[in-house]
T-cell receptor, first 112, second 115 residues
Framework: TQLLEQSPQFLSIQEGENLTVYCNSS?????LQWYRQEPGEGPVLLVT?????EVKKLKRLTFQFGDARKDSSLHITAAQPGDTGLYLC????????????FGTGTRLQVTL | DTAVSQTPKYLVTQMGNDKSIKCEQN?????MYWYKQDSKKFLKIMFS???????INETVPNRFSPKSPDKAHLNLHINSLELGDSAVYFC??????????????FGNGTRLTVT
């Protein structure tokens, strides 16, 4: 069974701070997606990374896929209250009929 | 226009009852899914249909039965509801079923509470 462990589980920071969320596994994934979920809503895709070592930026968010494709990180620069939410990583493996394995989640709260 | 819509948003029912959740997507996607999110926010796949054909059936009790009348609709029927079925159920769709990097588009969830 493939598992994706996210750390930290909870993070409460003040506006303007930087933070990093980690997504780790002992398994190799063909792709890694990051989603953000707000209360009462479904997860929304932020980014997909598919190449080992790949770095993608989305405004103040920087995503990296590990060289061995077993881990990923999400770095947020100068966090804002609008970044508050549940961040989920999800790994996909080629040939597994599009089944994604979701991570354990990181709940981020950014206060003024 | 809502891309993936599911109804109802909230469902409160007693143990032993039978209930259904409906889902519709207007994105033209080929693949639809049911996910269950527990109280710890862990999201786990239950079923997946590609063009009305069941392609993923995780270890889910037989009391759960999905039905896809066409590729835009995927319903979930639950028989003999138990307390442990309480969770948020999400419907999702993706454009390329079978592609490991296909992004999922989720509905806003159905919060099921079994008393």
């Amino acid at each position: 069974t493939q598992l994706l462990e996210q750390s930290p589980q909870f993070l409460s920071i003040q506006e303007g701070e930087n933070l990093t969320v980690y997504c780790n596994s002992s398994s190799v994934f063909s792709s890694l997606q990051w989603y953000r979920q707000e209360p009462g809503e479904g997860p929304v895709l932020l980014v997909t990374v598919v190449t080992g070592g790949e770095v993608k930026k989305l405004k103040r968010l920087t995503f990296q896929f590990g060289d061995a494709r077993k881990d990923s990180s999400l770095h947020i620069t100068a966090a804002q209250p609008g970044d508050t939410g549940l961040y989920l990583c999800a790994g996909g493996v080629a040939g597994t009929a599009s089944k994604l394995t979701f991570g354990t989640g990181t709940r981020l709260q950014v206060t003024l | 226009d809502t891309a993936v819509s599911q109804t109802p948003k909230y469902l409160v029912t007693q143990m032993g009852n039978d209930k259904s959740i409906k889902c519709e997507q207007n994105l033209g996607h080929d693949t639809m899914y049911w996910y269950k999110q527990d109280s710890k926010k862990f999201l786990k796949i239950m079923f997946s249909y590609n063009n009305k054909e069941l392609i993923i059936n995780e270890t889910v009790p037989n009391r759960f039965s999905p039905k896809s009348p066409d590729k835009a609709h995927l319903n979930l029927h639950i028989n003999s509801l138990e307390l442990g079925d309480s969770a948020v159920y999400f419907c999702a769709s993706s454009q390329f079923g079978g592609h490991y990097n296909s992004p999922l588009h989720f509905g806003n969830g159905t919060r099921l509470t079994v008393t």
